[in-house]
């Protein structure tokens, strides 16, 4: 076979390069072919969809974590499959609920002992119920870090929390509804046998989601005690509500953030009556700013919202009663709990204040958690939990054995 180009021989180091050249092409577009596969398998699930998330009868009477329905996916992520789940728990009451989710499992042998279930939870995406991860076209895109998690053997599962994706009450920032969702969804994960699950449990989430997954981590031992928990994570967590409401008082992300959560505490808590608490004014936009989630309308989010800038509140909210009672109460940091804690803080977040976070990691470990704390220089809101990743799985497979 010739070794020419133009009538002129190649260079070894050439001939190398157009052989590396080829197997990056190779590789991306079987990568890419992979991917629009599965993409493909998301839209033939498309028209079957709301069916899901319609609860039949008796959705939820049963234990708590036990299954209500469950559909395979087909667009499930490379060397992994993938379910819709629907499942039961219970809110902050303590009365029954049912919250919907995905659970993804790799395709590989399970080790041993069963595999750990890791339990996703996801930071906010708007109240309403069409804006369920789970419901989306890809419903496995806001799960971060998910390939990472796969390819080192855990099953994940990722809760929509009650009242998103099925009919349930609104449990925005609500800490028990969040942390039980997070805690069942495990044992939903569990009663699959495809799972292979052990008893073996870590939580990971971001800003709502990691506030969950702490309040998942403080109950886990009187709500779910057959759960070991190895390992609790959480991105840039709304841990501090007074302090997450006090910093943004009179600015856009007050005005959203607050039309989800004192819709949500009104919803649930007697005492909460929301002509209370907000103007006029925000009493006749807050149930529009309601129905539009946030990734995909925050354009129009803002645009209601600027007006409210300054004229949103009657009243300090974290000094008012009953809302500065019910912020401290569905604030993180209560309880004490065995596993060990890794928490990454973004220096250039304007919504989680660094400082808040850091005077949090001060206070959990004030209570004898082995606390490990990451801030990232760069990392926005937005960002943390991606950028955080490379540490995470370094934290994840020195302390997870």
């Known amino acids: 076979m010739s070794d020419r180009s133009g009538g002129r021989r190649l260079k070894p180091g050439y001939r190398w390069a157009t052989v590396f050249v080829a197997a990056v092409l190779a590789v991306t577009s079987g990568l890419v072919a992979v991917e629009a596969l599965r993409l493909a398998g998301d839209a033939l699930e498309r028209p079957g969809v709301d069916a899901f998330y319609e609860q039949p009868a008796d959705a939820a009477v049963g234990d708590p974590g036990s ?21 039961r728990t219970t809110d902050v009451h303590g009365d029954p609920a049912v919250a919907t989710g995905v659970l993804v499992v790799p395709l590989a042998p399970a080790p041993p002992g069963g595999r750990i279930v890791l339990s996703w939870g996801h930071p906010t995406t708007g109240a309403a119920r069409e804006c369920a991860p789970s ?69 990971w ?8 997954v702490l309040f998942a981590a403080e109950r886990a031992a009187s709500y779910a005690s057959e759960l070991q928990i190895d390992a609790v994570a959480a991105a840039a967590p709304a841990a501090s509500l007074p302090n997450l409401m006090s910093a943004h008082l009179d600015d856009i992300s007050g005005v959203t953030i607050g039309s989800y959560a004192f819709t949500a505490f009104a919803s649930v808590y007697p005492d909460a009556e929301l002509d209370d608490i907000l103007t006029p004014a925000a009493l006749e936009i807050v149930p529009r700013m309601n129905q539009l989630c946030l990734l995909s309308n925050i354009s129009e989010l803002h645009r209601i919202g600027e007006p409210l800038v300054g004229d949103f509140t009657l009243s300090d909210p974290t000094t008012t009663a009953p809302w500065a009672e019910l912020l401290a109460e569905n604030s ?11 928490v990454a803080q973004g220096l ?9 976070t850091a005077d949090f990691v001060r206070h959990e470990a004030g209570l004898g958690i082995r606390v490990t704390y990451e801030t990232i220089p760069f990392a926005t809101h937005g960002t943390v939990a991606y950028l955080a990743l490379p540490g995470l799985m370094q934290w994840l497979d020195r302390v997870v054995r």
């Open 67 to 87: 299954l209500v329905k469950i559909d395979p996916l087909l667009g499930a992520p490379l060397a992994a499959r993938a379910w819709r789940i629907m499942y």
């Open 348 to 356: 250039d977040d304007e919504l989680v204040v660094p400082d808040d």
């Open 135 to 203: 419901y989306g076209f890809d419903p496995f895109l806001a799960i971060e870090g998910l390939r990472p998690l796969l390819d080192r053997g855990y099953a994940v599962v990722a809760t929509d929390y009650i009242g998103m994706g099925t009919d349930g009450p609104d449990s925005y920032l609500v800490g028990v509804s969040g942390g039980n969702a997070v805690l069942d969804a495990v044992r939903a994960a569990r009663s699959i046998p495809e799972t292979r699950a052990s008893d073996r449990v870590v939580l």
């Open 332 to 342: 993180a940091g209560s309880t004490a709990f065995d596993a060990p804690l890794f």
């Open 205 to 212: 989430g971001h800003s709502q989601g990691g506030a969950a």
